[in-house]
Nanobody, 116 residues
Framework: QVQLVESGGGLVQPGGSLRLSCVGSGFTFSSYAMRWYRQAPGKERELVATITTDGSSTNYADSMKGRFTISRDNAKNTLYLQMNSLKPEDTAVYYC?????????WGQGTQVTVSS
């Protein structure tokens, strides 16, 4: 079955950086576009970034443009999110997601906390 496992979250000071990873299994990873979402306490889940199957095209929410970079390594079935210049408002649980057969599949999420 489809499985997504995120890692790389943690506590970081404002202005710092983190790189998140998401390993996919149970499906042909290279055949699907992938997405990162995040959800802060009391807030709706929001789309962070999207990447095409071969990584040739990416899209970002306005608040993340210029700071976050989504990438993938299909040989390793892994999706990445490089986060730079982190702000306290970036604090959230970050999830990777794949839409397959008309259904969203989610990982368990990884916590990112930006605080002094």
């Amino acid at each position: 079955q489809v499985q997504l496992v995120e890692s790389g979250g943690g506590l970081v000071q404002p202005g710092g950086s983190l790189r998140l990873s998401c390993v996919g299994s149970g499906f042909t990873f290279s055949s699907y576009a992938m997405r990162w979402y995040r959800q802060a306490p009391g807030k709706e889940r929001e789309l962070v970034a999207t990447i095409t199957t071969d990584g040739s095209s990416t899209n970002y929410a306005d608040s993340m443009k210029g700071r976050f970079t989504i990438s993938r390594d299909n040989a390793k079935n892994t999706l990445y999110l490089q986060m730079n210049s982190l702000k306290p408002e970036d604090t959230a649980v970050y999830y990777c997601c794949v839409l397959r057969v008309g259904r969203n599949y989610w990982g368990q999420g990884t916590q990112v906390t930006v605080s002094s």
